[in-house]
Nanobody
Framework: QVQLVESGGGLVQAGGSLRLSCVASGRTSRWAVMSWFRQAPGKEREFVASITWSFGSTRYADSVKDRFTISRQNAKNTVYLQMNSLKPEDTAVYYC????????????WGQGTQVTVSS
């Protein structure tokens, strides 16, 4: 059974920082990509950042580039999202997702962690 469990969300003032963690259990060797998505109230879920499990190649949404950093620690089956210079528009539920080799889309999702940025 594969599980993704996020943590690290909370309330922070604009300009502050948070670090989200996503701990994965199960057969992580089958994963090609790990990503973070977010969904704000009344909005569609959107891509934030991704990292390849094997080589650590990263990709970011333009809205978070130069402020957020995604990283992974394979030995701990953990993916991180370091968020700096947070803005009120970053307020959302943040989800961790995994894309397995051979899958047509992300096939595992975490339960989400709330990030609220006050102005």
């Amino acid at each position: 059974q594969v599980q993704l469990v996020e943590s690290g969300g909370g309330l922070v003032q604009a300009g502050g920082s948070l670090r989200l963690s996503c701990v994965a259990s199960g057969r992580t060797s089958r994963w090609a990509v790990m990503s973070w998505f977010r969904q704000a109230p009344g909005k569609e879920r959107e891509f934030v950042a991704s990292i390849t499990w094997s080589f650590g190649s990263t990709r970011y949404a333009d809205s978070v580039k130069d402020r957020f950093t995604i990283s992974r620690q394979n030995a701990k089956n953990t993916v991180y999202l370091q968020m700096n210079s947070l803005k009120p528009e970053d307020t959302a539920v943040y989800y961790c997702a995994a894309w397995s080799f051979g899958a047509s889309d992300y096939d595992y999702w975490g339960q989400g962690t709330q990030v609220t940025v006050s102005s």
